[in-house]
Each structure stands twice: as structure tokens, then as C-alpha cells.
């Protein structure tokens, strides 16, 4: 009878190994560093989220928090090539440490799409396909929205094709909206999706409608704000310096170019890189969460 | 003494399913068994300096896995569980027979149970993790099979 019982046990079917060694690795880091929220906490906020997660081959949900890296959907060779690219070339020292086999896909409420790799400083990287693509090789940059033009545009400004997207993460805890106002004055509001670790982020994705690409109706400012509705953050500088159809990037010139000063090396190369004041405030900075 | 990574990630690499599969009995689900496999190897990584070579790693790793998947299950259905440890396997419907027969037993022999067939530890690792004697562990495995045993030969009755 003996045998039996070890029989039966052993006849049980069980789902498929899906150990990740690497990301316990990463897991006893954060806790080492005491910031890690525990699993049983992001599980018990997201309930409701890991439904959706395990019912849909990517993730579809807004305002939670899901566990990415468990059921989300694996990257093709394409997009884990564009990311392995950015460390392939890359001079001594900036390079960004992303994982690109770790690569996931995560839809946000209203259907736009990221793919978030985790990088070896427990920063991440993350691409909009027809969009931008950037790194925070060290999660040096608390907020960090891009404003990204997938489609044509003519040589006096005008956007005569989509996509364009306000995209981006936050590593600012109790992130849960954002705000994306217009030049003429409308807002969208759009939910904060955070992914547990080892992404320990939230993001954020908004398709700009058409008749938000014209000048003088274009997106201007970005809010980051709490459940409660307090501002967290808040950034102009994206729109500065759109993105215009590339793929994943260190994120290091378009952050230059908005001022984000010494942040943006750190952001994108997690190395010691130093650089002279920056001449204009900026909105980057680790912990700050906002600037201007 | 304190552990070494390279023999947590061995164990780790070794031992994962077992860790998934037997935990899964406690907290519900094999994605929540997940969830608590890996934080308990974090914190195995990140305390690995804490283990006094007094018993095995293994054991040592489950006390950890056991705590984090007791916090996940209290944390899944707090209202219907009260916190108790009820392991149960987590479709029964795949063998009605050894579902019944083990819910025979109470929690922690059942418990003890799982811990022998799914994580395949000796007896001495178990009544370590538990903190029962061998001879409890030895008791208990051998009520569990003559449970089987009784329900092999007298049916059983399937809830709901």
C-alpha cells in the first residue's frame, strides 16, 4: 500500500516548470535593499488583475498591479533582438544591463501596447511598437513619460498619421493616474498599470486621438497623480522631444535634451558618468518624482 | 556558518517543482505556490547568513516557503480560512479517492503527507519542518496509507 500512495501522488498531473532563478535573484536583492513589497501583498492587491492575467494572453487591465513575469506574454525574437541591440554596440560603460529573454508584453486599458524588459541594476526597459522605446538601466527616473509619433509627418510639424502615444513608467509608489492635458485645454485620464517584481513599476499608455494631433489641440503637459487625485508629478518635457518610430533606446538623448542632466546617464548606463550642471530644471531625478 | 548562494541555487534548481507542487496543497493554487517559492528563496538568498547548519538547507528553506504560503492563503481567503492550515490537493477530481482518504487526516498530518510525496523529504526533514518527531511523521504516513487503503475498499463519498 505503500507503494500505492506514492503511486497516486506521483500520477498527478502538475503544470509545467516555470522556474525563474533569476528572478529570485532579483527579489533578494530588493529585499536586501528594503524596499521589496512583499509577494503576499502584491497578490492580495491584485486579485482581480491575476484573473485577467491568466484568462488573456496578455495583460489587459488598468489601476492594478500584476505579476508580469509570471503570465505575461513572452516577447518574439524581434522585439528581444531590438532590445539585445542596445547593449551589442554600446561603448565600455553604457551599457544598460537589459535582459532581453525576460522581455514581456503588457496591454494597457485602451489597448496600448509595452514591452517591458528588466535590466541587471533592477531597472527596466521598455518599448512601444509604431512608438519610442527607452531604459532606466538603474531606475533613476521616477517619472518618465515620452511623447512618441509612430506615424508621417510633414516638414512644417504637422502630424498627418498615427500612432502617436504619451507612454511611459513611474517608480513613484502610490502612482495611479495620469493626467494628459491638451493645448486647448482637455484632459485624458488614463490608469497607472504597476508590474511586481522584478519590474517594481508602473506604466502608462494613451493613444492621442486624431483630433489631438493638430497644433494648438496637441498634449502639453502630463500629471501624475495618487488614488486621492494628489499630484505626484508632473513633466512638459516630453513634449519637446518626441519620439519619432525608432525602437528601444537607452532613452539617454532624448533625456539630455529635456534637461534631465546627470539622472539621464545614470538612467541609461547605471554607470558613474558625470556631466556639467544641466543649464534648465529639469523633471528627472531619483526619488523626486517631479521637477518643475 | 551561514549558506552558500551556489548551494541555494542548486537546491533551488533541484527542488523547484517539489517546493511548487507541495506548496500549492497549502495555498490553493500552484500561482500563488509560486509566488511563495520564489519569495522564500529571496529571503533564503537574502538571510542566507542566518542558517546555522543545525539541520538541512532544505529543511531550513521550507520553514521559510511554509511561512510565506500560510501569509499567501491568509491573504487569498482570510474570511474562509481563519488562517488555519488546511492543505488539500489542488484538483481533487484527479484522483477523488486520495482526495478523500487524505481528508481523513487532520491539516497537519495531512500536511506531513504532502511534505513526504510531493517534496520528497526524508522523514527526518520533515519532522524538522513541521516540528514533530520522527516517529510522529512515521505514524502519520502509515494512517495515511491505510486511509487509502479503507477508501479503496469502501468507496468514498464526493462533496458537492
Given at each position: 500500500?505503500?507503494?500505492e500512495?506514492?503511486?497516486?501522488?506521483?500520477?498527478l498531473?502538475?503544470?509545467?516548470?516555470d522556474?525563474?532563478?533569476?528572478?529570485?535573484?532579483?527579489?533578494?536583492?530588493?529585499?536586501?535593499r528594503?524596499?521589496?513589497?512583499p509577494?503576499?501583498?502584491l497578490?492580495?492587491?491584485?486579485v482581480?488583475?491575476?484573473?485577467?492575467?491568466?484568462?488573456?494572453?496578455?495583460?489587459?487591465?488598468?489601476?492594478k498591479l500584476?505579476?508580469?513575469?509570471?503570465?505575461?506574454?513572452?516577447?518574439?525574437?524581434?522585439?528581444?533582438?531590438?532590445?539585445?541591440?542596445?547593449?551589442?554596440?554600446?561603448?565600455p560603460?553604457?551599457?544598460?544591463?537589459?535582459d532581453p529573454?525576460?522581455?514581456r508584453?503588457?496591454?494597457?486599458?485602451?489597448?496600448?501596447?509595452?514591452w517591458?524588459?528588466?535590466?541587471?541594476?533592477?531597472?527596466?526597459?521598455?518599448?512601444?511598437?509604431?512608438?519610442?522605446?527607452?531604459?532606466?538601466?538603474?531606475?533613476?527616473?521616477?517619472?518618465?513619460?515620452?511623447?512618441?509619433i509612430?506615424?508621417?509627418?510633414?516638414v512644417?510639424?504637422?502630424?498627418?498619421s498615427?500612432p502617436?502615444?504619451?507612454?511611459?513608467?513611474t517608480?513613484v509608489q502610490?502612482?495611479?493616474?495620469?493626467d494628459?492635458?491638451?493645448?486647448?485645454?482637455?484632459?485624458?485620464?488614463?490608469?497607472?498599470?504597476w508590474?511586481?517584481?522584478?519590474?517594481?513599476?508602473?506604466?502608462?499608455?494613451y493613444?492621442?486621438?486624431?483630433?489631438?494631433?493638430?497644433?494648438?489641440h496637441?498634449?502639453?503637459?502630463?500629471v501624475?497623480r495618487?488614488a486621492?487625485g494628489?499630484e505626484?508629478?508632473?513633466?512638459?518635457?516630453?513634449?519637446?522631444?518626441?519620439?519619432?518610430?525608432?525602437?528601444?533606446?537607452?532613452?539617454?538623448?532624448?533625456?539630455?535634451?529635456?534637461?534631465?542632466?546627470?539622472?539621464?546617464?545614470?538612467a541609461?548606463?547605471?554607470g558613474?558618468?558625470q556631466l556639467?550642471p544641466?543649464?534648465?530644471?529639469?523633471?528627472?531625478g531619483?526619488?523626486?518624482?517631479?521637477?518643475? | 556558518?551561514?549558506?552558500?548562494l551556489?548551494?541555494?541555487?542548486?537546491?533551488?534548481?533541484?527542488?523547484?517543482?517539489?517546493?511548487?507542487?507541495?506548496?500549492a496543497?497549502?495555498?490553493?493554487?500552484?500561482e500563488?505556490?509560486?509566488?511563495a517559492?520564489?519569495?522564500?528563496?529571496?529571503?533564503?538568498?537574502?538571510?542566507?547568513?542566518?542558517?546555522r547548519?543545525?539541520g538541512?538547507?532544505a529543511?531550513?528553506?521550507?520553514?521559510i516557503a511554509?511561512r510565506?504560503?500560510?501569509?499567501?492563503?491568509?491573504?487569498?481567503?482570510e474570511?474562509?480560512?481563519?488562517?488555519?492550515?488546511?492543505p488539500a490537493?489542488?484538483?481533487?477530481e484527479?484522483?477523488?479517492?486520495?482526495?478523500?482518504?487524505?481528508?481523513?487526516l487532520?491539516?497537519?498530518?495531512?500536511?506531513?503527507?504532502?511534505?513526504?510525496?510531493f517534496a520528497?523529504?526524508?522523514?527526518?526533514?520533515?519532522?524538522?519542518v513541521?516540528?514533530?518527531?520522527?516517529?510522529?511523521?512515521?505514524?502519520?504516513?502509515?494512517?495515511?496509507?491505510?486511509?487509502?487503503?479503507?477508501?479503496?475498499?469502501?468507496?468514498?463519498?464526493?462533496d458537492?
Amino acid at each position: 500500500m505503500a507503494d500505492e500512495l506514492a503511486e497516486r501522488f506521483a500520477a498527478l498531473v502538475h503544470p509545467p516548470d516555470d522556474r525563474n532563478w533569476l528572478e529570485v535573484e532579483r527579489l533578494a536583492r530588493a529585499l536586501r535593499r528594503g524596499r521589496a513589497r512583499p509577494v503576499v501583498a502584491l497578490v492580495a492587491a491584485a486579485v482581480a488583475a491575476v484573473a485577467a492575467v491568466l484568462a488573456t494572453p496578455a495583460l489587459g487591465v488598468g489601476g492594478k498591479l500584476v505579476r508580469l513575469f509570471e503570465s505575461g506574454e513572452p516577447a518574439p525574437p524581434v522585439v528581444e533582438q531590438s532590445f539585445a541591440k542596445l547593449d551589442a554596440g554600446a561603448p565600455p560603460g553604457f551599457h544598460t544591463g537589459v535582459d532581453p529573454a525576460d522581455t514581456r508584453k503588457i496591454v494597457l486599458p485602451g489597448g496600448v501596447a509595452l514591452w517591458v524588459a528588466p535590466t541587471k541594476a533592477d531597472g527596466f526597459c521598455l518599448y512601444v511598437p509604431d512608438g519610442g522605446g527607452q531604459c532606466d538601466a538603474q531606475r533613476a527616473l521616477a517619472f518618465w513619460p515620452t511623447y512618441s509619433i509612430g506615424g508621417r509627418f510633414t516638414v512644417d510639424g504637422t502630424i498627418a498619421s498615427g500612432p502617436v502615444f504619451v507612454t511611459g513608467s513611474t517608480t513613484v509608489q502610490g502612482a495611479a493616474t495620469v493626467d494628459v492635458q491638451f493645448e486647448d485645454g482637455d484632459v485624458a485620464t488614463v490608469p497607472v498599470v504597476w508590474i511586481s517584481a522584478p519590474i517594481d513599476a508602473g506604466f502608462f499608455g494613451y493613444a492621442v486621438p486624431e483630433q489631438h494631433w493638430a497644433t494648438g489641440h496637441r498634449p502639453t503637459l502630463v500629471v501624475l497623480r495618487d488614488a486621492a487625485g494628489n499630484e505626484l508629478g508632473r513633466d512638459t518635457t516630453a513634449f519637446r522631444a518626441p519620439a519619432f518610430r525608432h525602437g528601444p533606446s537607452t532613452g539617454l538623448v532624448p533625456c539630455l535634451f529635456r534637461g534631465g542632466g546627470e539622472s539621464c546617464f545614470k538612467a541609461a548606463t547605471g554607470g558613474d558618468h558625470q556631466l556639467p550642471p544641466p543649464r534648465g530644471t529639469g523633471t528627472f531625478g531619483a526619488g523626486r518624482g517631479t521637477g518643475s | 556558518m551561514g549558506a552558500e548562494l551556489a548551494e541555494i541555487e542548486a537546491l533551488y534548481r533541484q527542488s523547484y517543482l517539489r517546493y511548487r507542487n507541495a506548496l500549492a496543497a497549502v495555498t490553493g493554487s500552484y500561482e500563488s505556490a509560486r509566488d511563495a517559492v520564489q519569495q522564500a528563496f529571496a529571503k533564503a538568498v537574502a538571510e542566507r547568513r542566518r542558517f546555522r547548519g543545525e539541520g538541512s538547507l532544505a529543511a531550513w528553506v521550507w520553514k521559510i516557503a511554509l511561512r510565506e504560503a500560510l501569509a499567501l492563503r491568509v491573504d487569498f481567503a482570510e474570511a474562509e480560512l481563519n488562517g488555519s492550515l488546511d492543505p488539500a490537493i489542488v484538483e481533487p477530481e484527479r484522483d477523488v479517492v486520495l482526495s478523500a482518504a487524505l481528508r481523513t487526516l487532520a491539516p497537519r498530518r495531512r500536511l506531513i503527507v504532502f511534505l513526504r510525496y510531493f517534496a520528497d523529504l526524508s522523514y527526518g526533514e520533515i519532522a524538522e519542518v513541521v516540528g514533530v518527531s520522527e516517529g510522529t511523521v512515521a505514524a502519520t504516513l502509515a494512517q495515511a496509507r491505510s486511509a487509502l487503503k479503507e477508501a479503496l475498499t469502501e468507496g468514498v463519498t464526493i462533496d458537492g
